[in-house]
């Protein structure tokens, strides 16, 4: 059924399958090669010698665009349960239960997650959080306890996750930048040089869908993250469209405007529980991370 590429040999290395689990799981060497902290090079050099022992292509098609093959599809779920067993058995004979792991996108991760800890860490002092970088794309980190991130609603029931902040997005504009460009705010936002992260990099064409509007011509300035789009539309910079779960507090202090409201999608910041058991540890931070999605004031309705 599978192309043999060379003879059977001995069991494949398990730096070798771990190599290839991380890179089929996150879906690139690169983040593969950041969660198991070692080289892009490495990953790929263990993947290609676990595939010439195995005598099986476990991915196919162009360098920059790799895809699992069937053999592929049928060894990455075993040894992710299998890792993920590892992981969860090795926590628990390091630990006493007071360790929790929580991987979150760098954007919800430095505006909004860290801001609370010291809260969390008030109220359940018992317990170390351990946060971690969470790739883009990522569904799942290896021994994480939780994982936080923007998801949409078909992925948060097949993921098991659970909503935090029901998803609004809007553009927003430093009041001095909209004072400077138009009388009217609203008129600012479309004139404005629009910040646009490459990470969400449809977000202005997103918006103007679920908004009904149509986008005049406008420059765009580049950035690398969301927080990095944020951090400029505070500086006057220019105009950005993003989550309300990430300008809440901004825009309610009076440093932005949103004058358009924002527009609800299907999504949500979604709690991941990560693999093994319910811990007390980890009930305790995702009914914490509900009570903090709760008291963020309700985003302003799309007008």
């Known amino acids: 059924?599978?192309?043999n590429l060379t003879g059977p040999g001995s069991p494949p290395s398990l730096n070798a399958l771990r190599a290839f689990e991380a890179m089929a799981r996150t879906g690139s060497a690169t983040r593969a090669a950041a969660e198991l902290n070692v080289t892009h090079s490495a990953v790929s050099r263990q993947v290609k010698a676990l595939e010439a022992q195995l005598g099986l292509r476990l991915f196919e098609g162009p360098r920059h665009a790799l895809v699992l093959t069937e053999a592929g599809r049928?060894?990455?779920?075993?040894?992710?349960?299998?890792?993920?067993?590892?992981?969860?058995?090795?926590?628990?004979?390091?630990?006493?239960?007071?360790?929790?792991?929580?991987?979150?996108?760098?954007?919800?991760?430095?505006?909004?997650l860290i801001p609370r800890l010291a809260d969390f860490n008030r109220l359940h002092p018992q317990l170390r959080v351990h946060l971690v970088d969470l790739a883009p794309h990522a569904v799942s980190r290896r021994g994480a306890d939780v994982l936080l991130r923007l998801l949409d609603t078909p992925r948060i029931e097949a993921l098991g996750a659970v909503a935090v902040i029901p998803n609004a997005v809007g553009p927003v504009i430093a009041p001095a930048l909209a004072r400077s460009l138009a009388q009217d705010p609203r008129d600012a936002v479309l004139a404005a040089p629009r910040l646009t992260p490459r990470t969400h990099a449809s977000a202005w064409r997103d918006w103007a869908g679920l908004s009904g509007r149509r986008l005049p011509d406008a420059p765009e300035r580049a950035v690398a993250h969301l927080h990095f789009a944020l951090d400029g539309a505070l500086a006057g910079w220019g105009v950005a469209v993003l989550p309300w779960a990430l300008t809440a507090e901004a825009v309610t202090a009076g440093r932005l405007l949103a004058p358009f409201g924002c527009a609800r999608d299907d999504g949500a910041v979604a709690a991941i529980p990560g693999a093994g058991e319910m811990t007390r540890g980890r009930r305790l931070f995702l009914r914490w991370l509900a009570d903090q999605g709760r008291a963020l004031p309700p985003a302003p309705d799309a007008t």
Request: charged letters at 15%; hydrophobic letters at 55%.
């Open 74 to 112: 049928g060894l990455l779920p075993g040894l992710t349960a299998a890792f993920d067993q590892i992981a969860a058995a090795v926590a628990e004979a390091r630990g006493t239960g007071r360790d929790l792991h929580v991987a979150a996108n760098a954007s919800l991760a430095v505006k909004w």
């Open 1 to 3: 059924m599978f192309e």
